[in-house]
Each structure stands twice: as C-alpha cells, then as structure tokens.
C-alpha cells in the first residue's frame, strides 16, 4: 500500500517525520512517497495544484495525504474520500478541487477526537485517517457524508476574439509560469502573450538565446513560459495569476 505526502511543513523541522511516524505505527508495512514539504506556507492553491498534477501517477488504491492547512484549529472540516479508484484526507479549504472536479467521488467528515493538538492535525487527525484507508477500512466507517466541500474558483480559460485565454496556474521551483492553456489546442508557432512579451510557441528551451523567454508546452501537458537559463517569474516581473492569451498563426491549430 502506497501513502503520498504533500504538505507545507518543511523539512528543517520534524514535522514531517512525526506525520510518518504517527502512519507507520498504525501501518508498518505502508511505503511512504513524498511529493513535496516546501511549498510557502498555507499556500493552499499551489498544493491542489501540485496534487492534481500527480495523483493520477499512481496505482489505484493509493492514499494521498494532501495537508495545507491555515485554517487548523478553526471549526473548518477534515476531509476523507474517495475518487478514482483513490482514496485522499486533506483539510476542507478546497485543496480537493482538481481531485472532485468531473468526477464521481464520495466524501466524510473526521471527527477530531478531544484532546489533539489543536495546531498539527496532520500527525493527530489526518495521519490517523490515511493510516485507517490504507489498512482497508471502509471510507463510511471514518465520519459522515459531506456532499458540499469548499471549491477553489476556477481559474480564467476561456476563448475571446478568435484567441485562447487563460491564466498562469503556478510558478515552479525554477521560476517557470505554468499556464491552463491546454497545449492540444496550439501548434508551434502560435503566438503567445504573457504581460508585455509576444512570444512563438517553440519546442523546448534551447529553441530561443541565452536568457530569452520561451514558451512551449510542458510536462504536463500546458503551455509554460520560462526564461532560458534563468528565473521567468524575476526576468519577467510576471507570477500566479497573470493573464495570457494565445493565438494560433495561419495553418495552426
């Protein structure tokens, strides 16, 4: 059985390690596999994304523990569920979304037993319940239904004028803007605009000089925007949020 981590806890301290130590007494045998501890903290909005990007990357049957938590200790809910043939804990503040959205799923509400730090549900509350669904336990057997959690709005994509416009979804660890633009949808040479930058979709970074930005699609399948050999968020003054519009050269896509 496989357990995914993804939290804002960092790993100059032990939080971490108390959250696999409070699974690992319940579940010995569970293999642990960290997807990311350093994004800025109660950054909920990077934490769905991260977690809809890489859910699906592993057999069914997982269980993700997705802990970005701000709202800990407040009357906020905990949440556990399943969806797509995985099973997920994380707090009700919308981390869920990408996970919900189109999708047949069903969730609980955890009880948050008296007596539990009232600031590290992760280790006290939520490692309990991935601990329980990983052991097999039935998803009713871990609290009451809740069939109206918190949604993150959804971010801009839509078609205007001819044009595709979408929004940068997130910025990575490199400084690359991450956009929703689906990169199906383009061919190379489309022209894309982020900010004040009309940029050619190319193919990878070595397409465009020395500290020029590139657009392309990425990994996951999206248009990026990056700047070769450097940060793209700093080179462009450009983060989260920004708008940006694609439109298709003639004969493309």
Known sequence: MIITLLTDFGTA?????EVKGALLRRVPAVVLVDVAHDLAPGDVVAAAYLLGRTWRAFPDGTVHFAVVDPGVGTPRQALAGEAGGHRFVAPDNGL??????GRASDLVALEVPVGVSSTFHGRDVFAPAAARLAAGEPLAALGSPVVDPVRLPPALLEHRGGD?????????RFGTLITNLPGARLALGALVRLG???LELRKTFADVAHGDPVAYVGSGGTVEIAVRDARADAALGLTRGAEVRATARAGGA
């Open 13 to 17: 301290d032990g939080y971490v390690a």
């Open 164 to 172: 595709l416009l979408g929004t940068v979804v997130h910025v990575d």
């Open 196 to 198: 004040a930058y009309d």
């Open 96 to 101: 869920l979304t990408p996970v919900l959205e």
